[in-house]
Protein backbone atom coordinates (compact mmCIF):
# COMPACT_ATOMS: atom_id res chain seq x y z
CA UNK A 1 0.00 0.00 0.00
CA UNK A 2 1.25 3.59 -0.54
CA UNK A 3 1.26 5.66 2.49
CA UNK A 4 1.70 9.68 2.67
CA UNK A 5 2.78 10.63 5.93
CA UNK A 6 2.47 14.14 6.52
CA UNK A 7 4.92 15.68 9.26
CA UNK A 8 8.40 13.97 9.29
CA UNK A 9 9.19 14.20 12.93
CA UNK A 10 9.69 11.95 15.75
CA UNK A 11 6.14 10.34 14.93
CA UNK A 12 6.47 10.36 11.31
CA UNK A 13 9.86 8.43 11.32
CA UNK A 14 9.24 5.98 13.39
CA UNK A 15 5.47 5.10 11.90
CA UNK A 16 7.52 5.07 8.22
CA UNK A 17 10.22 2.64 9.61
CA UNK A 18 7.39 0.95 11.41
CA UNK A 19 5.34 0.82 7.95
CA UNK A 20 8.40 -0.08 5.62
CA UNK A 21 9.23 -3.10 7.86
CA UNK A 22 5.94 -4.47 6.65
CA UNK A 23 6.18 -4.01 3.17
CA UNK A 24 4.57 -0.79 2.19
CA UNK A 25 5.42 2.33 0.12
CA UNK A 26 5.55 5.76 2.33
CA UNK A 27 6.45 9.33 1.15
CA UNK A 28 7.34 11.65 4.14
CA UNK A 29 6.37 15.58 3.69
CA UNK A 30 7.62 18.32 6.09
CA UNK A 31 6.66 22.04 5.64
CA UNK A 32 10.13 23.21 4.53
CA UNK A 33 10.06 20.63 0.97
CA UNK A 34 11.50 17.46 -0.03
CA UNK A 35 15.07 18.92 -0.18
CA UNK A 36 14.87 18.89 3.18
CA UNK A 37 14.50 15.30 3.90
CA UNK A 38 16.97 13.07 1.89
CA UNK A 39 18.97 12.43 5.20
CA UNK A 40 15.82 10.82 6.42
CA UNK A 41 14.94 9.00 2.64
CA UNK A 42 18.73 7.64 3.00
CA UNK A 43 17.87 6.26 6.31
CA UNK A 44 14.49 5.15 5.22
CA UNK A 45 16.09 3.32 2.33
CA UNK A 46 14.32 2.51 -1.32
CA UNK A 47 10.93 2.38 -0.30
CA UNK A 48 10.63 5.99 0.91
CA UNK A 49 10.28 9.32 -1.01
CA UNK A 50 10.09 13.03 0.09
CA UNK A 51 7.29 15.05 -1.84
CA UNK A 52 5.58 18.03 -0.92
CA UNK A 53 2.65 17.56 1.34
CA UNK A 54 -0.05 17.86 -1.61
CA UNK A 55 1.95 15.30 -3.43
CA UNK A 56 2.28 13.34 -0.35
CA UNK A 57 -1.35 13.60 0.56
CA UNK A 58 -2.25 12.37 -3.21
CA UNK A 59 0.41 9.69 -3.14
CA UNK A 60 -1.49 8.09 -0.13
CA UNK A 61 -3.95 5.42 -0.15
CA UNK A 62 -4.00 6.09 3.60
CA UNK A 63 -2.39 9.65 5.04
CA UNK A 64 -0.86 10.09 8.47
CA UNK A 65 -1.09 13.86 9.97
CA UNK A 66 1.35 13.74 12.53
CA UNK A 67 2.39 17.82 12.39
CA UNK A 68 2.23 19.67 15.75
CA UNK A 69 -1.56 20.37 16.96
CA UNK A 70 -1.85 23.74 16.18
CA UNK A 71 -0.58 23.20 12.66
CA UNK A 72 -3.54 20.84 11.79
CA UNK A 73 -5.75 23.66 9.94
CA UNK A 74 -2.87 24.13 7.28
CA UNK A 75 -3.50 20.86 6.39
CA UNK A 76 -7.37 21.28 5.62
CA UNK A 77 -5.88 23.03 2.31
CA UNK A 78 -4.91 19.39 0.99
CA UNK A 79 -6.68 17.11 -1.55
CA UNK A 80 -7.84 15.17 2.00
CA UNK A 81 -11.67 14.22 1.10
CA UNK A 82 -12.56 10.69 1.12
CA UNK A 83 -9.44 9.61 2.58
CA UNK A 84 -8.11 7.68 5.49
CA UNK A 85 -6.34 10.21 7.50
CA UNK A 86 -4.39 8.89 10.97
CA UNK A 87 -4.14 11.72 13.40
CA UNK A 88 -2.06 11.15 15.82
CA UNK A 89 -1.83 14.51 17.36
CA UNK A 90 -1.46 15.52 21.38
CA UNK A 91 -2.87 19.22 22.46
CA UNK A 92 -0.17 20.10 25.00
CA UNK A 93 -1.33 24.42 25.12
CA UNK A 94 1.94 25.11 26.71
CA UNK A 95 3.51 23.75 23.65
CA UNK A 96 1.31 24.63 21.10
CA UNK A 97 -0.71 27.42 22.54
CA UNK A 98 -4.19 28.28 23.58
CA UNK A 99 -6.65 26.70 21.24
CA UNK A 100 -10.99 26.44 21.55
CA UNK A 101 -11.53 22.92 21.05
CA UNK A 102 -15.05 23.95 21.51
CA UNK A 103 -15.44 21.50 24.55
CA UNK A 104 -14.33 18.66 21.81
CA UNK A 105 -11.78 15.82 22.66
CA UNK A 106 -8.81 16.71 20.57
CA UNK A 107 -9.58 13.63 17.99
CA UNK A 108 -13.42 15.14 17.24
CA UNK A 109 -11.52 18.81 17.10
CA UNK A 110 -8.64 17.63 14.34
CA UNK A 111 -12.00 16.12 12.34
CA UNK A 112 -13.59 19.27 12.12
CA UNK A 113 -10.57 20.87 10.94
CA UNK A 114 -10.43 18.25 7.83
CA UNK A 115 -13.52 18.35 6.37
CA UNK A 116 -14.39 15.39 4.33
CA UNK A 117 -11.32 13.50 5.18
CA UNK A 118 -12.14 10.07 7.24
CA UNK A 119 -10.27 10.75 10.62
CA UNK A 120 -9.09 7.86 12.34
CA UNK A 121 -7.06 8.85 15.68
CA UNK A 122 -4.27 6.60 16.62
CA UNK A 123 -0.28 6.21 17.78
CA UNK A 124 -1.33 9.76 19.50
CA UNK A 125 -0.63 7.34 23.29
CA UNK A 126 2.40 6.03 22.39
CA UNK A 127 5.97 7.79 22.50
CA UNK A 128 7.60 7.62 19.46
CA UNK A 129 10.86 5.23 20.14
CA UNK A 130 8.56 2.60 22.00
CA UNK A 131 6.65 3.10 18.36
CA UNK A 132 10.11 2.46 16.66
CA UNK A 133 10.56 -0.56 18.80
CA UNK A 134 7.71 -1.94 20.52
CA UNK A 135 5.53 -3.85 17.77
CA UNK A 136 6.51 -7.20 17.44
CA UNK A 137 4.42 -9.66 14.53
CA UNK A 138 5.80 -13.05 16.51
CA UNK A 139 3.13 -11.87 19.58
CA UNK A 140 -0.36 -13.60 19.52
CA UNK A 141 -2.21 -10.02 19.01
CA UNK A 142 -3.61 -10.51 22.79
CA UNK A 143 -0.03 -10.10 24.13
CA UNK A 144 1.03 -6.87 22.12
CA UNK A 145 1.38 -3.19 23.10
CA UNK A 146 -2.40 -1.88 22.65
CA UNK A 147 -2.84 0.64 20.05
CA UNK A 148 -5.71 2.76 20.79
CA UNK A 149 -8.04 3.57 17.94
CA UNK A 150 -10.95 5.70 17.46
CA UNK A 151 -13.31 6.78 14.76
CA UNK A 152 -16.53 7.89 13.52
CA UNK A 153 -15.98 5.90 10.29
CA UNK A 154 -15.81 1.74 11.07
CA UNK A 155 -15.07 0.99 7.75
CA UNK A 156 -11.84 3.39 8.52
CA UNK A 157 -11.46 2.10 11.36
CA UNK A 158 -11.20 -1.27 10.80
CA UNK A 159 -8.43 -0.12 7.73
CA UNK A 160 -6.10 1.18 10.09
CA UNK A 161 -6.97 -1.94 12.91
CA UNK A 162 -5.37 -4.12 10.36
CA UNK A 163 -2.42 -1.84 9.80
CA UNK A 164 -1.52 -1.06 12.91
CA UNK A 165 -1.35 -5.38 13.32
CA UNK A 166 0.55 -5.99 10.75
CA UNK A 167 3.28 -3.73 12.15
CA UNK A 168 3.13 -5.75 15.21
CA UNK A 169 0.72 -4.07 17.89
CA UNK A 170 -2.96 -4.72 18.98
CA UNK A 171 -5.80 -2.49 17.82
CA UNK A 172 -7.96 -1.46 21.03
CA UNK A 173 -11.25 -0.05 19.83
CA UNK A 174 -11.84 3.27 21.54
CA UNK A 175 -15.14 4.11 19.94
CA UNK A 176 -16.22 7.45 18.37
CA UNK A 177 -13.89 10.65 18.16
CA UNK A 178 -15.66 11.88 20.97
CA UNK A 179 -14.91 8.55 22.51
CA UNK A 180 -10.91 9.16 22.02
CA UNK A 181 -10.70 11.20 24.98
CA UNK A 182 -10.02 8.38 27.16
CA UNK A 183 -6.56 7.90 25.18
CA UNK A 184 -5.81 11.77 25.07
CA UNK A 185 -3.16 13.55 27.21
CA UNK A 186 -3.76 13.39 30.74
CA UNK A 187 -6.61 10.59 30.40
CA UNK A 188 -6.84 6.78 31.86
CA UNK A 189 -5.05 5.40 28.77
CA UNK A 190 -2.23 8.38 27.36
CA UNK A 191 0.88 6.33 27.74
CA UNK A 192 0.35 3.32 28.71
CA UNK A 193 2.00 0.60 28.14
CA UNK A 194 -0.68 -2.46 28.39
CA UNK A 195 -2.14 -5.02 26.25
CA UNK A 196 -6.03 -4.49 25.22
CA UNK A 197 -7.33 -6.99 28.07
CA UNK A 198 -5.08 -4.67 30.44
CA UNK A 199 -6.48 -1.32 28.49
CA UNK A 200 -10.20 -2.58 29.31
CA UNK A 201 -9.61 -3.12 32.56
CA UNK A 202 -8.27 0.38 33.23
CA UNK A 203 -11.28 1.69 31.15
CA UNK A 204 -13.79 -0.83 33.20
CA UNK A 205 -11.98 0.80 36.35
CA UNK A 206 -13.24 4.15 35.54
CA UNK A 207 -16.53 3.90 34.64
CA UNK A 208 -17.10 2.36 37.61
N1 LIG B 1 7.01 12.65 19.88
C1 LIG B 1 6.25 11.69 20.41
O1 LIG B 1 6.74 10.75 21.08
C2 LIG B 1 4.75 11.73 20.17
C3 LIG B 1 4.00 10.64 20.60
C4 LIG B 1 2.65 10.57 20.29
C5 LIG B 1 2.04 11.62 19.60
N2 LIG B 1 2.78 12.71 19.25
C6 LIG B 1 2.07 13.81 18.55
O2 LIG B 1 2.31 13.67 17.16
C7 LIG B 1 2.42 14.97 16.55
C8 LIG B 1 3.80 15.08 15.93
O3 LIG B 1 4.77 14.95 16.97
P1 LIG B 1 6.34 14.81 16.69
O4 LIG B 1 6.97 14.65 18.01
O5 LIG B 1 6.58 13.80 15.61
O6 LIG B 1 6.64 16.27 16.12
P2 LIG B 1 8.00 16.83 15.52
O7 LIG B 1 9.12 15.90 15.76
O8 LIG B 1 8.11 18.25 15.97
O9 LIG B 1 7.70 16.83 13.95
C9 LIG B 1 6.68 17.62 13.39
C10 LIG B 1 6.76 17.51 11.88
O10 LIG B 1 5.62 18.21 11.33
C11 LIG B 1 6.09 18.98 10.22
N3 LIG B 1 5.18 20.09 9.97
C12 LIG B 1 4.90 21.15 10.78
N4 LIG B 1 3.99 21.96 10.19
C13 LIG B 1 3.70 21.39 8.99
C14 LIG B 1 2.85 21.74 7.92
N5 LIG B 1 2.09 22.85 7.98
N6 LIG B 1 2.80 20.94 6.81
C15 LIG B 1 3.57 19.82 6.76
N7 LIG B 1 4.40 19.42 7.75
C16 LIG B 1 4.46 20.20 8.85
C17 LIG B 1 7.47 19.44 10.63
O11 LIG B 1 8.17 19.82 9.51
P3 LIG B 1 9.21 21.07 9.55
O12 LIG B 1 10.28 20.65 10.54
O13 LIG B 1 9.69 21.17 8.14
O14 LIG B 1 8.41 22.25 10.03
C18 LIG B 1 8.00 18.12 11.26
O15 LIG B 1 8.47 17.27 10.22
C19 LIG B 1 2.16 15.99 17.68
O16 LIG B 1 0.80 16.34 17.70
C20 LIG B 1 2.53 15.20 18.94
O17 LIG B 1 1.86 15.68 20.08
C21 LIG B 1 4.12 12.77 19.50
Same mark, same amino acid.
Given at each position: ?????????????????????????????????????????? @??? &?????????????????? =? @?? !????? =? &?????? &????????????? +?????????????????? =??? %????????????????????? %??????? !???????????? #? %?????????????? $??????????? $??????????? +?????????? %???? #?? @???
Amino acid at each position: MNIGIIGAGHIGKALAQDFIKAGHRVAVANSRGPESLQGLIA @ELG &PQATALSAQEAAEFGEIL =V @ET !VPFAK =V &PDLAKL &PLAGKIVIDTANY +YPQRDGQIDLGGHSEGSW =VAQ %QLPGARVVKAFNAIAAADLAS %QGDVSKP !VGERRAIFVSSD #D %QQAKQTVSRLIEEI $GFAAMDTGTLA $GSAVNQNGAPL +YGKNVTISEG %QKII #DQ @EMK
